[in-house]
């Protein structure tokens, strides 16, 4: 049997940007994608911690060490620039592996800044 778990989160990122005139998507700073393990065009789930909208779309890479989270089309329509979102991805996995795989969870800075251990 297989089950979906959730993958990775980047939990409490504030939006930099809101881009309605580009084709789709997130973009998210490579330093925090790299650190939730997120890559470019993985399916996410964007939850808006302040109006409760709640979406699917893909990530684009973003510069590094910008802290860039920016959404892009129709999904700039569900955010405003300072909104505080969680990113979600899952996976699917065998039950018996899910029952002991660890999420990659990261929780930003107030400059979305992957926290330094």
């Known amino acids: 049997m297989m089950i ?7 939990h409490c990122a504030t939006v930099t940007e809101a881009n309605l005139h580009y084709m ?6 490579e330093d925090l994608m790299d650190a939730a393990g997120i890559i ?3 399916k996410v789930q964007v939850c808006n911690n302040m ?13 590094r060490d ?4 920016c959404l892009n089309g129709a999904a700039a329509r569900k955010v405003q ?3 505080e979102v969680i990113i979600i991805s899952y996976a699917l996995m065998d039950f018996e592996e ?20």
Do not use: M, Q
């Open 4 to 10: 979906e778990v959730l993958k990775s989160k980047i």
């Open 24 to 29: 789709g998507s997130i973009t998210i700073d």
């Open 40 to 42: 470019a065009g993985e």
């Open 51 to 63: 109006n409760g909208e709640r979406f699917e779309t893909y990530v684009i890479r973003g510069p």
């Open 66 to 69: 910008t802290g860039c989270i």
């Open 81 to 83: 620039v300072g909104d």
């Open 98 to 117: 899910a029952r002991s795989f660890t999420p990659h969870v990261i929780f930003p800075d107030t400059e979305n800044r992957v926290p330094k251990e």
